[in-house]
């Protein structure tokens, strides 16, 4: 028997000041360029934690 599993993946557009997952301000809040204002969290680098996981 084969057992069906299946995800989903959705992808939104958020409207807020700060990032989801890091301290970052929002680029598009203050008319910079799409990734302007980031660090090593919100651009995935490796070993790179998002907050509340730091310790
Ligand atoms: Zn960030």
Redesign the pocket.
């Known amino acids: 028997m084969v057992k069906l599993k299946c995800g989903l993946e959705i992808h939104a557009y958020l409207v807020t000041k700060e990032?989801l997952?890091?301290?970052?301000k929002a680029s598009r809040e203050r008319g910079l360029a799409p990734n302007t204002?980031?660090?090593?969290?919100?651009?995935g680098m490796p070993g790179a934690k998002p907050m509340g996981c730091l310790g």
Not at 21 to 24: D, E
Not at 37 to 43: A, D, F, G, N
């Open positions: 990032k997952f890091c301290k970052c204002l980031i660090c090593p969290t919100c651009t």
